[in-house]
């Protein structure tokens, strides 16, 4: 009797936590896809900052900026995706004060996805020339190059647990950068 108690009771406690964890990383596949989402709406719009720079500031393998009206205001926004540690994070700076500046220190900053793969290249870029097979560009990136971003989270809850880990992968193109038409 005794044993059978055992047998179900790890049965049911087995059942718990991988109910848990699965719950878990249903969560986060459901965060990746909105950060995906957000950001290939956000980048389409990209576009020359208020203050007349570049629409792309910076391009690296773990954190991409640039400009876009992400919030339906007369100004645009300096928008950042980086990688701090196993969190995605958005940062959106608002111009402000005469003349205009994005000042980093009134820069908003969420969590939008808790459990990246750490050390995973998140953004790679292609020139105008990309068709779909040629390499990434080599970093340093020249901001004025790229025309098509990938961005690619790999989403792992724990990383020492099955199920592997998911990939989730989106390919943009600023509609204001475009040359071919």
Not at 19 to 35: E, K, N, S, V
Request: proline content about 7%; cysteine-free.
């Amino acid at each position: 009797f005794f044993v059978v108690i055992g047998v179900v009771s790890a049965f049911l406690v087995s059942t718990v936590s991988t109910g848990g964890l699965l719950t878990r990383q249903i969560a986060a596949l459901q965060d990746g896809r909105r950060a995906l989402e957000a950001f290939a709406r956000e980048f389409r719009e990209a576009t020359a900052s208020s203050i007349g720079s570049f629409a792309i500031e910076s391009a690296a393998p773990g954190s991409f900026v640039f400009y876009a009206n992400v919030d339906e205001d007369s100004f645009r926004e300096r928008v950042r995706y980086f990688l701090d540690g196993t969190n995605l994070k958005k940062g959106v700076t608002k111009p402000s004060g005469t003349p205009l500046a994005y000042r980093p220190e009134t820069e908003t900053v969420q969590v939008l996805v808790s459990s990246v793969v750490a050390g995973s290249a998140l953004f790679a870029y292609y020139d105008g020339s990309y068709t779909g097979t040629q390499s990434a560009l080599v970093p340093p990136v020249d901001p004025t190059q790229v025309r098509y971003v990938s961005f690619t989270l790999v989403i792992d809850e724990q990383p020492d647990v099955p199920p592997a880990p998911l990939t989730l992968k989106i390919t943009v193109s600023p509609r204001n950068l475009k040359t071919n038409l």
